[in-house]
């Protein structure tokens, strides 16, 4: 596999890049990339949020999963704000405000990948994110689209100045300006992860949230840590697949795939469509994928859930909502422990070594689009891009929501059958957001404005 990067804005792809030309290994490139998606993808992510990695350590020849999700807080907060976001066609129910956000893990998980995989040095790495977050970032399609959606929330608070400057709402094209996220990586730069446990970022998210209700406490922060924990490993068509469990189904889902190669388009689809029912709500997520020269490799998954909506003042930097979201509230809240993730970064592994490094967005569209691509390059032998690009359908309990291009005649006779089909006029992120890197090329999805970049 080539060296390369693929991610969900082409600012993110470039700071991956910009590591990987200067020496470093994978790791150093999915710090600077998703520290480069917490400014530029603000939309979709950001520093306080939660994910989950898996890193490829080629001296070793094994697989890494690396827990940064959120965790339950302690304390007892305000009440939580209800609302409805329109979404396609559909009024989707939300929580946010203070009370909504859990304890922080992105952080921590940028400092345990670098400690464990980085060779560039730490504070070198935040160089990209701190220069976009001066000059500004263009609004790509996809992210200008999604603000549209989730203006009710990002523009409750002081994000209106972020997100909707002299009252318009950003567009795309336009430039999205956060100048005081460059002060917070600064001060991740040079204080560490810790910064957001222990040190100056901890204490101005405390501050905010003893006034406006919050949960977080000063000993739910420092207690927090990133964790390093074995993957979880299927087969599907003769290959390995590491990935990891929990909410994400893909372990589940893969070994009860049909072989797809030979099928027809409309067989492809009436087979697989049984196997895709599931329910939920929206989440909004981001991926970065990469592939370092001496192939080791790391995809990284991140999300504020929709986002608070509350602001840390003079530091532009977004609180996460996963107290709010109410398909991730599995089994009871615990303090201390993690909330449970639809996240599915995944690697697959043949005879001759790694083959493929990929990751999704897209909360309960995320297995289907992993599934869908993978199916796509591993069985049916499509390009990794054509992969991504083909059009995409997910089941729900009421509906078969389906892109344009999917087959007319598995749609008309699952109709005949008695299912509602809601056809999309385009292409949408509510279909999820790929982006991985394999044997046949990098590739990202456009329904996110994705983007991909190798080194020269």
């Known amino acids: 596999m080539e060296s390369a990067v693929a991610a969900g804005h082409p600012a993110t792809a470039e700071a991956g890049v910009w590591a990987l030309e200067r020496g470093g290994t994978a790791a150093d490139a999915a710090v600077a990339a998703v520290a480069a998606s917490c400014v530029a993808e603000t939309v979709m992510t950001g520093l306080l949020g939660g994910g989950h990695a898996i890193y490829w350590d080629e001296a070793t020849d094994r697989a890494w999963n690396l827990d940064c999700f959120c965790a339950v807080p302690s304390g007892e907060g305000g009440k939580l704000l209800e609302l409805q976001v329109p979404f396609g066609e559909e009024l989707v129910h939300y929580a946010v405000g203070p009370a909504s956000c859990a304890v922080p893990g992105v952080p921590a998980g940028l400092g345990a990948l670098h400690e464990r995989f980085g060779r560039l040095p730490w504070r070198d790495l935040f160089e990209p994110a701190m220069r976009l977050a001066r000059s500004g970032v263009a609004m790509p399609s996809a992210h200008a689209s999604c603000l549209a959606m989730l203006a009710p929330v990002m523009t409750m608070d002081l994000g209106a100045r ?222 990794p891009q054509a992969a991504v690009d083909r059009p995409r359908f997910h089941p729900t309990a009421g509906v078969v929501n389906a892109e344009p291009g999917v087959d007319e005649g598995a749609l008309s006779e699952l109709e005949a059958a008695g299912r509602a089909v809601r056809r999309w006029l385009a292409r949408h992120h509510y279909f999820g957001g790929v982006s991985l890197v394999a044997c046949g090329g990098p590739a990202a999805d456009p329904r996110r404005s994705g983007a991909v970049g190798s080194p020269r």
Request: a negative charge.
């Open 162 to 383: 972020i997100y909707s400057p002299e009252s318009e709402l950003l567009r795309e094209g336009d430039v999205l300006r956060q100048p005081s996220l460059e002060k917070v990586f600064a001060l991740v730069a040079h204080e560490g992860a810790a910064t957001a446990y222990t040190g100056s970022l901890a204490e101005a998210l405390l501050s905010l949230l003893r006034q406006r209700g919050g949960r977080v406490t000063r000993d739910d922060l420092a207690a927090y840590e990133a964790r390093w924990h074995e993957p979880v490993e299927v087969k599907y068509v003769g290959l390995r697949v590491v990935t990891r469990a929990d909410l994400s189904g893909v372990p589940e889902l893969l070994p009860r795939l049909p072989s797809l190669s030979g099928l027809t388009e409309t067989e492809r689809v009436l087979q697989l469509l049984p196997l895709l029912e599931v329910r939920g709500a929206e989440t909004h997520t981001t991926n970065v994928t990469v592939v370092d020269a001496d192939g080791n490799a790391c995809a990284f998954t991140t999300s504020l859930g929709l986002g608070s909506g509350d602001f840390l003042p003079g530091l532009d930097l977004h609180l996460n909502s996963m107290l709010g979201e109410v398909d991730l509230l599995i089994g009871g809240l615990q303090a201390g422990e993690r909330m449970a993730s639809m996240m599915a970064p995944t690697l697959v592994v043949g005879e001759r070594g790694l083959t493929l490094a990929a990751g999704a967005a897209g909360g309960t569209r995320l297995r289907t689009a992993l599934a869908l691509v993978l199916a796509g390059i591993l069985d049916e032998g499509l390009e």
